[in-house]
DNA sequence: ATGGAGACCTTTTTT
DNA sequence: AGGTCTCCAT
């Protein structure tokens, strides 16, 4: 172990100081870049130097990344045992471990099945149907983003169908079932037993509430409580981390307000800045030495962020060199800033040595990432892109992972459904129908109904009735080797018992899903051989160090992970793209942020409330901060959007950097003037072909892409028209028609059209997205 | 039962 | 454009 000097010599003033005070509330602002996860490991260390009881020390964080790079990281400064009987993990999983072991008093058992999304909205998808409810009106989307908020805020169905003035909204929006349907997925979910993320926040709260005992016993059990990244938590998280340090008062939580970029999913920006007001003894640190970027990449990011108003205080600097200005390049399209992006790489890349892993490529959608692909293909050059479906959401995994679930839990009716016939076993869409029906009308499970469908009276026929029961004895036959068979043979005996294997054997076209299913018990033989954790029994607080490698052990373990492949990922060299969410955390030396453009970047749909538009502005704050050496934003003047060309504007942000800190420099004036404009010269000035031709094999979708307006006439006689532009009485100019002045228009957006007198050739309808007009100088 | 055509809809997404 | 969902035809 460390000795304390050595701990805190590694770490400035205000580190050593967040990391010393361990008693009582205490506030870390941490700005990008300042050591954050640093502080929170050597707090943690720290502690554990002074005798603090690991098993006291709760720490939360939002991914399950955070929390296994904590331990790593903590594992490394103290070792032994003593690292990893720290109480460290996610929201989630912490709470959902609680919940198994007191969810007697809920109402639910220790088998509690975990929902994720996808069961959520199928969930709401067969209660909408079943309600006779159009599902365009229901969107399933809308309505569960209705009942997570509810949820977040912990409102329950009932106070949800009770509250006058939030059914008075979902009935004025045409939607006033909603309640309804919130009861019955309740009660769907409840008679699975099983819970959504969110419940696994609002019953934890419901736990703290109705059972002081339970509230007394991990209020003392969690005796130092840290949380990461407070900016993003949610009401619910807020509520259940003050009830238990309501007693000892020893709550460190941190975060930064300028990185809060998560308020679509229900994040509450103002537990970080009203914690001063909720602890009024609270010990306020700010972490303001960026560590990480050059001084222009430093002050561009203070300068945007001062535009916000709900912020906390906080001057970020660093002794880092002042570094290269940052680059604002503009492009014709979509496609020519692909290609400017793939190109400077190469010519980094060529001329500095640079790795591929040193760049990343970032922007506002994902749509937005395969222009950038095809551009780095031709390019030959090996990228990444962090997106897509995790792991455990693919459709094999889920599958394999449901027969996990139906064995571990009968009542899970999602698993259930989800593979009653699936591989076929000849029970089809009208004989689940009929069992649904039936254990409605009896007020049973699913499961009773097929393990015994004539106790109900199930109008089936018999060879139905008998295929229902060998499911229901296939299943139970599992369920009997829980005891018995580790979790990696009982998983592999079951991917082949279940006739899963051979399924996807049968269809060479899915290979790849084979071969997840092999990775996953892969997984599963390691997860059995693996040396148990320490743990702890939530009922007696007794100290586990040995279970057995139980498949329920391994489902609980796995019902709420996410990232699988993290470390192929760490030497992977390639070029990285993201979004900016997901790059929030990570730093790059060299970061393209591309689509910097009205619309897109702040986003279209962002820009009605002030709120919605300061979380763009710090989404751009997050998107800034991830470059260490060498910062580029791009835009163009055209982009395809949902299959149509649009024209663009540049982004309302890029206005907000201060001139001294770019390469190029760029007129003050926003809109329609700034359209024009060209932004090229130093690094950048050299010019690429746009038919940039390789002799390698053409890329995937290799169709020809439709040409890209860019009118050479544009810089003599004048400016591209934008939609906005064009309207009754403008004079326009066109390359084959000549000028004209329009005489009405009609549509909107891309379908918009013009009719137009021209001088020569008379009156013509245009069609605007291909018109190619010019507003003359 | 199963698949193909057409309609529809697009932000971000730690769990 | 592209993915997903629905519905109809086979």
Redo the contacts with the bound molecule.
Sequence with gaps: MKEVENILNELNTAQQEAVQCIDGPLMVIAGAGSGKTRVLTYRIAYMLTQGIDPFRILALT????AAAEMKERIFKLVGGSNAKSVIMG?F??VFYRILRAEGDKLGYTHNLTVYD?DDSKSVL?SIIKEMNLD??VYVVNTVLSRISSAKSSLLSAEEYANNHEITQIDAANGRPHIAEIFIRYNRRLKNSDAMD?DDLLYYMNVLLRDFPEVLYKYQNRFQYILVD?YQ?TNYAQYMIIKKLAAAHQNICVVGDDAQS??A??G?NIQNILNFKRDYPTARVVKLEQNYRSTQNIVNAANAIIKNNKDQLFKEVWTSNEEGDRISIVQSASDNEEAQFVANTISDYKVNYHVDNNQFAILY????QS?ALEEALIKRRIPYKIY?GV?FYKRKEIKDILAYFRLTINHYDEESLRRVINYP?RGI???TVEKVIICAREHKVHLWDVVDNPDAFQLDVNTAAKVKLQEFATKIKSYTAMLQTSNAYDLGKHIAFNSGLIDELKSDITEKERLENVEELLDSMKEFTEKEPETSFNEETGEIITEYFPSLDRYVENVA?L??DDQEKEKDLDAVKL??I??AKGLEFDYVFLTGMEENLFP?S??LNTRQELEEERR?FYVAITRAKKKLTLTHCKTR?K???LQFCEPSQFLDEIPECYIKTTKKASAGRGAFAQQRQGGLFSKSYPSTFTTNLKPVA?AQPKPKVIDNPLAAQVGRPATLEDIEEDTRVYHSKFGYGMVVSTEGEGPEMKAIINFDTVGTKTLLLKFAKLIIPN
């Design positions: 939002f991914t399950n990344k996610t989630h999983s999304t998808r599902p365009k993320f990244e993003d970029i998560y679509f999913r994040a506002r959608t994902n749509a395969r997106a995790s076929q089809g869409a009208t709420l996410i990232d993201m979004t969410h997901a986003s749909l962002a989404l395809y949902f299959g149509s979708s």
